[in-house]
């Protein structure tokens, strides 16, 4: 079992080493913007995600991490709920492509460059120079829900 709780100052360093752990995106970790799935026996934070702004006012659900000894036990699904259900109005985020269906329960649906805000127009464009177009075999995917 475990709850989920806003992230305390006290969860940054497991917001950090869950993120890593997992492969994602390790930019913009401000644990004030995170909710965190602890379990209730040990402590330990198993899950994590956030709404992350950027410069352009677009915001991005992003960081979301589960432990992969804890997948399959819905902690990803309630941590999108919940951070859906404090963030109305158009929300963004980048995803394997393979994610993409996953995502489309959510309401989120793929869009492409011309309907991107500048943010994500930007970091599809870095991608594509670094030649890291293939994310494990797939394509970087810019969904959009709102």
Aim: net charge positive.
């Amino acid at each position: 079992m475990y709850q989920l709780r806003p992230a305390t100052e006290k969860d940054a360093d497991d917001i950090h080493l869950l993120i890593r752990l997992v492969g994602i995106n390790p930019m913009n970790l401000d644990w004030r913007r995170f909710i965190v799935a602890q379990a209730q026996d040990d402590g330990q934070v198993v899950g994590c995600g956030q709404v992350k702004p950027h410069r352009d006012g677009s915001r991005e659900l992003a960081s979301i991490a589960v432990r992969p000894e804890w997948r399959e036990r819905g902690i990803a699904t309630t941590i999108i709920e919940n951070l859906l259900n404090d963030s109305p109005g158009e929300l963004y985020l980048t995803c394997r492509a393979g994610m993409g269906p996953f995502y489309e329960k959510f309401g989120f649906r793929s869009i492409q460059a011309d309907e991107m805000p500048a943010y994500f127009r930007r970091l599809t464009r870095l991608v594509g120079v670094l030649g890291k177009m293939r994310l494990a075999g797939e394509g970087l995917l810019v969904m959009k829900r709102g």
